[in-house]
């Protein structure tokens, strides 16, 4: 069981059983390859989408594997797993992406996230950067035109 200090879901449940087998798998691939895996810091709860429900963000960068390479990531940068409450009994995937960073910012009520991935979606060499934004909405993270 993966620990969240300060942070307790509304909705009284556990992370998203998805991706609590997909951080369990990272750690199994990192452990396999010679290395100690250390998930903590993976999985982050918070209302991303500011519709008052908690929501979760799955940040594969985080995934510590001492003594080899993190599994989630690769020359594209590491996955990272935008996950929305439905309102009802589970959380959505609404974004799964290779990310060499990202950032959010909010204007009214607006909120974006700004990922920067290497250069491959946007028809660069990969060693360059494409720079996307997304609107957080109740229900899908929109690409911002």
Request: charged share 20%; net charge negative; proline share 4%.
């Amino acid at each position: 069981m993966i620990a969240f200090a300060g942070f307790a879901p509304a909705h009284g449940e556990e992370q998203p059983e998805a991706i609590a087998e997909i951080i369990a798998e990272a750690a199994q691939v990192c452990r396999a390859q010679g290395g100690k895996a250390d998930t903590a810091a993976i999985l982050h709860g918070d209302d991303l989408n500011g519709d008052g429900s908690s929501d979760w963000m799955a940040d594969f960068a985080r995934l510590k594997c001492e003594g080899a390479a993190n599994p989630a990531c690769n020359d594209n940068g590491c996955m990272l797993h935008l996950y929305f409450w439905d309102g009802d009994t589970s959380w959505d995937l609404v974004f799964e992406d290779f990310v060499k960073s990202y950032k959010f910012s909010t204007s009214g009520t607006t909120r974006t996230m700004h990922v920067t991935t290497s250069g491959i979606p946007c028809n660069k060499p990969a060693e360059e950067r494409c720079s996307y934004n997304y609107h957080l909405e109740k229900d899908a993270v929109v690409p911002v035109q």
